[in-house]
């Protein structure tokens, strides 16, 4: 019987994969965008409507796709690379990438004293902006309020990432880590898979995720990663 396939073999499958589809999914929404702009410069009746359910399939394929390129690069998190990373400047690079969404939305970040763990810092950064991008996205009537922090549980560190939007039920506190799970009225454009992916990246890291929520008043998600240790 054949061995299964370790994480770094699956995730150059899906690498592969991946690549092969872009290729596929793109030329197909080019031509179709080709052939809606020919017809409208020739002043015939509008295009066939047809032809905007392809070009919006396959926009929504190169999401999917972009989605899992992100999902095979967590698989790859190799613990033999990790180094001190202070969490603090991760999670100040990770707000000034998402400047735009905070802004428009008007949201405000805050964020306790962090710490210094051990780590991968890029794929660290992947956690904070998905957790972010989620918390940004379900908020009640008003902006977003996000407050992220961090204690100390002897060798490893406690971190939550709060907000007050709706929350989550329950039965849903799992389920939101599974690939591809998306809630009713999800407004985050993607596959569904940034939960996912930081549960892939914390499990490689030697810690794990979890969220708490008690609706309407906000949900937690609750990571652990290890300490850095002790300088000589």
Not at 103 to 112: N, R
Not at 122 to 133: A, C, G, S, T
Not at 209 to 221: H, K, L, N, R, V
Request: glycine share 8%; proline share 7%.
């Amino acid at each position: 019987m054949a061995s299964s396939m370790s994480d770094r073999e699956f995730s150059e499958f899906l690498l592969r994969a991946c690549h092969d589809l872009r290729a596929a999914a793109r030329a197909v929404r080019t031509h179709s965008q080709l052939l809606f702009k020919d017809a409208a410069r020739s002043g015939s009746p509008p295009a066939d409507p047809r032809l905007g359910f392809i070009i919006e399939g396959s926009r929504k394929i190169d999401l999917l796709l972009d989605g899992l390129v992100h999902y095979s690069l967590a698989l790859q998190t190799d613990p033999s690379s990790f180094q001190s990373a202070r969490t603090d400047i991760l999670l100040r690079f990770t707000i000034a990438k998402l400047d735009n969404v905070v802004k428009q939305s008007g949201a405000g970040i805050t964020y306790d004293e962090l710490p210094v763990v051990t780590g991968d810092p890029d794929r660290l950064m992947q956690v904070f902006e998905n957790l972010l991008r989620n918390a940004l996205a379900y908020h009640g009537e008003g902006p977003p309020r996000i407050h992220v922090g961090a204690v100390r549980q002897k060798e490893q560190w406690l971190f939550s990432v709060r907000d007050h939007g709706p929350g989550l039920e329950a039965e849903f506190l799992e389920s939101v880590f599974a690939p591809f799970e998306r809630l009713e009225g999800n407004r985050i454009p993607g596959a569904g898979l940034g939960l996912a992916i930081c549960r892939v990246i914390l499990e490689h890291h030697g810690g794990h995720i979890w969220a708490e929520s008690q609706p309407p008043d906000g949900a937690t998600f609750y990571f652990t990663l290890p300490a850095a240790p002790p300088e000589a």
